[in-house]
T-cell receptor, first 114, second 114 residues
Framework: KQEVTQIPAALSVPEGENLVLNCSFTDSAIYNLQWFRQDPGKGLTSLLLIQSSQREQTSGRLNASLDKSSGRSTLYIAASQPGDSATYLCAVTPSSGSARQLTFGSGTQLTVLP | DVKVTQSSRYLVKRTGEKVFLECVQDMDHENMFWYRQDPGLGLRLIYFSYDVKMKEKGDIPEGYSVSREKKERFSLILESASTNQTSMYLC?????????????FGPGTRLTVT
């Protein structure tokens, strides 16, 4: 059964720092990997989706990489801002199955201090 | 923009009541999902549907049922609510194809069963 792990569970950084969030998964037979952001009490917002054939995706100050063979992904946030404070979750979709259900990590709670 | 809406943001019900949570998406997505999110346990898949009138059990279907009579609407039913079903419920949808595999979430319904 696929397991997704995110380290660290919580991270606190001063404003302006570049930072990396880590995600690892046990089964490399994935269709894609998705990074989400969740603000307290809210739903999830999709940040980046990386297909299994891709190595990275970029959106603004965010860059996500994928190394499928080693079962790892990283989310790089450049020049962090207090508004980036949230919980970040990664999730993988299996390569088999029709409905593309996700397996989630437990998240990294990020606090960016002004 | 894809929009996934949920019928209520907050709901308080009594033990034994029948509870309906509704989810509607406006992007003609084939796949829809219901998750619950609990502190320390992360997001867990309850049920999903890959077509009208089709449903599949997720990881924790006990105590729940679902209905998908129309493509845009996916309902989660708690037949007889219990206190251990107090949780945040999140609905999501995804379509087919490269971009369509991105999973979009609703704002969530925080259900309290007393």
């Amino acid at each position: 059964k696929q397991e997704v792990t995110q380290i660290p569970a919580a991270l606190s950084v001063p404003e302006g720092e570049n930072l990396v969030l880590n995600c690892s998964f046990t089964d490399s037979a994935i269709y894609n990997l998705q990074w989400f952001r969740q603000d307290p009490g809210k739903g999830l917002t999709s940040l980046l989706l990386i297909q299994s054939s891709q190595r990275e995706q970029t959106s603004g100050r965010l860059n996500a990489s994928l190394d499928k063979s080693s079962g790892r992904s990283t989310l790089y946030i450049a020049a962090s801002q207090p508004g980036d404070s949230a919980t970040y979750l990664c999730a993988v979709t299996p390569s088999s199955g029709s409905a593309r259900q996700l397996t989630f990590g437990s998240g990294t709670q990020l606090t960016v201090l002004p | 923009d894809v929009k996934v809406t949920q019928s209520s943001r907050y709901l308080v019900k009594r033990t034994g009541e029948k509870v309906f949570l509704e989810c509607v998406q406006d992007m003609d997505h084939e796949n829809m999902f219901w998750y619950r999110q609990d502190p320390g346990l992360g997001l867990r898949l309850i049920y999903f549907s890959y077509d009208v009138k089709m449903k599949e059990k997720g990881d924790i279907p006990e105590g729940y049922s679902v209905s998908r009579e129309k493509k845009e609407r996916f309902s989660l039913i708690l037949e007889s609510a219990s206190t251990n079903q107090t949780s945040m419920y999140l609905c999501a949808s995804t379509g087919q194809g490269t971009r369509g595999d991105e999973q979009y979430f609703g704002p969530g319904t925080r259900l309290t069963v007393t």
